[in-house]
T-cell receptor, first 114, second 111 residues
Protein backbone atom coordinates (compact mmCIF):
# COMPACT_ATOMS: atom_id res chain seq x y z
CA UNK A 1 0.00 0.00 0.00
CA UNK A 2 1.73 3.14 -1.19
CA UNK A 3 1.94 6.00 1.25
CA UNK A 4 0.89 9.58 0.70
CA UNK A 5 2.43 10.90 -2.49
CA UNK A 6 3.30 14.49 -3.13
CA UNK A 7 4.69 16.11 -6.24
CA UNK A 8 6.73 17.85 -7.14
CA UNK A 9 9.19 17.35 -4.29
CA UNK A 10 10.90 20.62 -5.10
CA UNK A 11 9.42 23.60 -6.90
CA UNK A 12 11.11 26.86 -7.81
CA UNK A 13 9.01 29.81 -8.84
CA UNK A 14 9.68 33.48 -9.50
CA UNK A 15 7.65 36.12 -7.72
CA UNK A 16 4.25 36.54 -9.35
CA UNK A 17 4.07 33.03 -10.81
CA UNK A 18 1.63 30.32 -9.78
CA UNK A 19 2.53 27.22 -7.79
CA UNK A 20 0.50 24.00 -7.93
CA UNK A 21 1.19 21.33 -5.37
CA UNK A 22 -0.33 17.87 -5.68
CA UNK A 23 -1.18 15.30 -3.07
CA UNK A 24 -2.41 11.76 -3.62
CA UNK A 25 -3.71 10.30 -0.34
CA UNK A 26 -3.17 6.75 0.76
CA UNK A 27 -5.44 4.24 -0.94
CA UNK A 28 -8.84 4.25 0.68
CA UNK A 29 -8.33 7.58 2.44
CA UNK A 30 -10.93 10.26 1.86
CA UNK A 31 -9.65 12.97 4.22
CA UNK A 32 -6.78 15.26 3.21
CA UNK A 33 -5.02 17.91 5.26
CA UNK A 34 -2.47 20.48 4.12
CA UNK A 35 0.18 21.95 6.43
CA UNK A 36 2.95 24.49 5.91
CA UNK A 37 6.30 24.51 7.65
CA UNK A 38 8.56 27.52 7.69
CA UNK A 39 12.26 26.99 8.48
CA UNK A 40 12.93 26.07 12.12
CA UNK A 41 9.20 26.03 12.93
CA UNK A 42 6.54 23.41 13.50
CA UNK A 43 3.87 22.55 10.97
CA UNK A 44 0.93 24.93 10.69
CA UNK A 45 -2.46 23.68 9.57
CA UNK A 46 -3.85 25.21 6.41
CA UNK A 47 -6.91 23.32 5.19
CA UNK A 48 -8.86 20.09 5.66
CA UNK A 49 -10.79 18.56 2.77
CA UNK A 50 -12.91 15.56 2.08
CA UNK A 51 -13.80 14.51 -1.44
CA UNK A 52 -15.22 17.58 -3.20
CA UNK A 53 -15.70 19.48 0.07
CA UNK A 54 -13.65 21.91 2.13
CA UNK A 55 -14.31 21.10 5.77
CA UNK A 56 -11.99 23.54 7.54
CA UNK A 57 -9.96 26.28 5.89
CA UNK A 58 -9.25 28.27 9.01
CA UNK A 59 -5.50 28.17 8.39
CA UNK A 60 -5.56 29.31 4.78
CA UNK A 61 -4.40 32.83 3.97
CA UNK A 62 -7.35 34.85 2.76
CA UNK A 63 -5.85 35.69 -0.61
CA UNK A 64 -3.91 33.84 -3.30
CA UNK A 65 -4.29 30.38 -1.71
CA UNK A 66 -6.89 27.79 -2.69
CA UNK A 67 -7.29 24.05 -2.33
CA UNK A 68 -9.44 21.38 -3.87
CA UNK A 69 -9.92 17.63 -3.62
CA UNK A 70 -11.96 16.54 -6.64
CA UNK A 71 -13.94 13.35 -6.94
CA UNK A 72 -11.23 11.94 -9.17
CA UNK A 73 -7.56 12.73 -8.92
CA UNK A 74 -5.23 14.26 -6.37
CA UNK A 75 -5.78 17.14 -4.01
CA UNK A 76 -4.32 20.39 -5.29
CA UNK A 77 -2.98 23.31 -3.28
CA UNK A 78 -2.72 26.34 -5.51
CA UNK A 79 -0.80 29.50 -4.72
CA UNK A 80 -1.28 32.39 -7.10
CA UNK A 81 1.15 35.26 -7.54
CA UNK A 82 3.71 33.77 -5.20
CA UNK A 83 5.83 35.99 -2.98
CA UNK A 84 9.11 35.23 -1.21
CA UNK A 85 7.27 34.66 2.06
CA UNK A 86 5.53 31.66 0.51
CA UNK A 87 8.85 29.79 0.47
CA UNK A 88 8.31 26.85 2.79
CA UNK A 89 7.77 23.12 2.93
CA UNK A 90 4.18 22.11 2.26
CA UNK A 91 3.02 18.79 3.65
CA UNK A 92 -0.08 16.84 2.90
CA UNK A 93 -1.56 14.22 5.22
CA UNK A 94 -4.44 11.81 4.81
CA UNK A 95 -6.67 9.76 7.07
CA UNK A 96 -9.32 7.16 6.38
CA UNK A 97 -12.26 8.69 8.22
CA UNK A 98 -13.29 5.33 9.65
CA UNK A 99 -12.77 6.12 13.30
CA UNK A 100 -8.99 5.95 13.07
CA UNK A 101 -7.64 9.44 13.65
CA UNK A 102 -4.05 8.89 12.62
CA UNK A 103 -2.88 11.21 9.88
CA UNK A 104 -0.24 9.87 7.50
CA UNK A 105 2.09 12.45 6.04
CA UNK A 106 3.66 12.73 2.63
CA UNK A 107 7.30 13.71 2.03
CA UNK A 108 6.42 17.33 1.35
CA UNK A 109 6.95 19.82 -1.45
CA UNK A 110 9.66 22.39 -0.89
CA UNK A 111 8.71 25.63 -2.57
CA UNK A 112 11.35 28.24 -3.22
CA UNK A 113 10.28 31.62 -4.50
CA UNK A 114 13.04 33.65 -6.12
CA UNK B 1 -8.38 21.32 18.34
CA UNK B 2 -5.54 22.53 20.47
CA UNK B 3 -1.80 22.78 20.58
CA UNK B 4 0.58 20.67 22.57
CA UNK B 5 3.74 22.18 23.98
CA UNK B 6 6.81 19.99 23.99
CA UNK B 7 9.53 20.15 26.59
CA UNK B 8 12.50 20.34 26.52
CA UNK B 9 13.08 22.25 23.30
CA UNK B 10 16.33 20.36 22.76
CA UNK B 11 17.83 17.19 24.19
CA UNK B 12 21.29 15.78 23.61
CA UNK B 13 22.20 12.25 24.76
CA UNK B 14 24.60 9.41 23.99
CA UNK B 15 23.65 6.25 22.16
CA UNK B 16 22.23 3.68 24.52
CA UNK B 17 20.77 6.23 26.91
CA UNK B 18 17.06 6.81 27.35
CA UNK B 19 15.38 9.96 26.11
CA UNK B 20 12.29 11.43 27.72
CA UNK B 21 10.28 14.29 26.28
CA UNK B 22 7.11 15.79 27.62
CA UNK B 23 3.97 17.33 26.22
CA UNK B 24 1.46 19.57 27.97
CA UNK B 25 -1.91 20.72 26.73
CA UNK B 26 -4.73 22.86 28.02
CA UNK B 27 -8.17 21.31 27.52
CA UNK B 28 -9.76 17.87 27.51
CA UNK B 29 -8.77 15.50 24.74
CA UNK B 30 -10.00 12.45 22.87
CA UNK B 31 -6.51 11.25 22.01
CA UNK B 32 -2.92 12.40 21.77
CA UNK B 33 -0.49 11.49 19.01
CA UNK B 34 3.29 11.61 18.79
CA UNK B 35 5.13 12.20 15.53
CA UNK B 36 8.76 12.23 14.50
CA UNK B 37 10.32 14.40 11.80
CA UNK B 38 13.76 13.75 10.48
CA UNK B 39 15.51 16.79 9.08
CA UNK B 40 14.00 17.78 5.76
CA UNK B 41 11.45 14.97 5.77
CA UNK B 42 7.76 14.52 6.40
CA UNK B 43 6.29 13.50 9.72
CA UNK B 44 6.14 9.88 10.73
CA UNK B 45 3.36 8.78 13.04
CA UNK B 46 4.76 7.03 16.12
CA UNK B 47 1.91 6.28 18.46
CA UNK B 48 -1.64 7.31 19.38
CA UNK B 49 -2.88 7.08 22.95
CA UNK B 50 -6.54 7.55 23.80
CA UNK B 51 -7.85 9.49 26.76
CA UNK B 52 -8.92 6.31 28.56
CA UNK B 53 -5.43 4.81 28.29
CA UNK B 54 -2.60 5.52 30.70
CA UNK B 55 0.32 3.87 28.98
CA UNK B 56 1.15 2.43 25.61
CA UNK B 57 4.19 0.69 24.18
CA UNK B 58 5.53 0.29 20.68
CA UNK B 59 8.95 -1.28 20.34
CA UNK B 60 11.41 0.99 22.14
CA UNK B 61 8.77 3.66 22.63
CA UNK B 62 6.71 4.11 25.74
CA UNK B 63 4.04 6.79 25.97
CA UNK B 64 2.18 7.77 29.10
CA UNK B 65 -0.84 9.99 29.46
CA UNK B 66 -2.04 11.75 32.59
CA UNK B 67 -5.32 13.48 31.81
CA UNK B 68 -5.58 14.94 35.31
CA UNK B 69 -2.32 16.81 34.73
CA UNK B 70 -2.99 17.31 31.02
CA UNK B 71 0.37 15.92 30.12
CA UNK B 72 2.00 13.11 28.19
CA UNK B 73 5.51 11.79 27.97
CA UNK B 74 7.41 9.91 25.30
CA UNK B 75 10.25 7.66 26.40
CA UNK B 76 12.70 6.24 23.89
CA UNK B 77 14.77 3.48 25.44
CA UNK B 78 18.26 2.44 24.33
CA UNK B 79 18.48 5.33 21.89
CA UNK B 80 20.29 5.10 18.57
CA UNK B 81 21.84 7.72 16.33
CA UNK B 82 18.94 7.10 13.92
CA UNK B 83 16.54 8.44 16.58
CA UNK B 84 17.99 11.91 15.99
CA UNK B 85 14.98 13.94 14.90
CA UNK B 86 12.36 16.42 16.07
CA UNK B 87 9.47 15.00 18.02
CA UNK B 88 6.02 16.56 18.12
CA UNK B 89 2.91 15.84 20.13
CA UNK B 90 -0.58 16.58 18.82
CA UNK B 91 -3.54 16.44 21.20
CA UNK B 92 -6.98 16.08 19.64
CA UNK B 93 -10.29 16.74 21.33
CA UNK B 94 -12.33 15.04 18.64
CA UNK B 95 -11.38 12.84 15.73
CA UNK B 96 -10.67 13.98 12.19
CA UNK B 97 -9.61 17.44 13.21
CA UNK B 98 -6.58 19.36 12.18
CA UNK B 99 -3.43 18.70 14.17
CA UNK B 100 -1.88 21.70 15.87
CA UNK B 101 1.84 21.28 16.37
CA UNK B 102 4.18 23.07 18.72
CA UNK B 103 7.83 23.69 18.01
CA UNK B 104 8.80 20.17 19.06
CA UNK B 105 11.70 18.63 20.93
CA UNK B 106 14.89 18.35 18.92
CA UNK B 107 16.64 15.16 19.97
CA UNK B 108 20.31 14.60 19.14
CA UNK B 109 21.72 11.14 19.79
CA UNK B 110 25.50 11.01 19.51
CA UNK B 111 27.35 7.80 18.71
Amino acid sequence: NAGVMQNPRHLVRRRGQEARLRCSPMKGHSHVYWYRQLPEEGLKFMVYLQKENIIDESGMPKERFSAEFPKEGPSILRIQQVVRGDSAAYFCASSDGQGRETQYFGPGTRLLVL
Amino acid sequence: SQQGEEDPQALSIQEGENATMNCSYKTSINNLQWYRQNSGRGLVHLILIRSNEREKHSGRLRVTLDTSKKSSSLLITASRAADTASYFCAPQNTGFQKLVFGTGTRLLVSP
